[in-house]
């Protein structure tokens, strides 16, 4: 009975112990998709929820001048929509639009220069 359960331990942990094969380009732009969902469905349901709670300061505003108290709407920025779902594959952007530009200000000196970088020295 020891021999069975010992070998069947040494089973499971060899099998544990393997690797995954990795994962397809297909697999991959299949998860970066779906990251991308899920980030656009959380920025819908804040801004839905945004959306409810001007309903409900909206309401209490007006029940509470119907009653005549003086009440201040505290300002609060306005709620942004998300829009619809667009998905861009990282490889598909173009090079400005992956951020591997130039930055926007212009340059001060040239980025190379025939001087030695230690000025005064000798090569």
């Known amino acids: 009975m ?61 029940h509470a001048r119907a009653e005549g108290k003086a009440v201040q709407p505290t300002p609060t920025p306005p709620c942004s929509d998300p829009g619809a779902f667009t998905y861009v594959p990282p490889e598909s952007k173009p090079i400005e639009a992956a951020g591997a530009h130039s930055p926007p200000q212009t340059a001060a000196t040239p980025h190379n220069t025939t001087q030695p970088a230690a000025a005064g020295t000798k090569p």
Request: proline fraction near 3%.
């Open 2 to 62: 020891r021999h069975t359960a010992l070998l069947a331990l040494a089973l499971v942990a060899g099998a544990a112990s393997a690797k995954l094969p990795p994962l397809s380009d297909e697999a991959k732009a299949k998860a970066a998709e779906t990251a991308a969902r899920t980030a656009w469905s959380d920025k819908v349901a804040a801004y839905q929820l945004c959306q409810a709670m001007d309903r409900v300061a909206a309401g209490y505003l007006a």
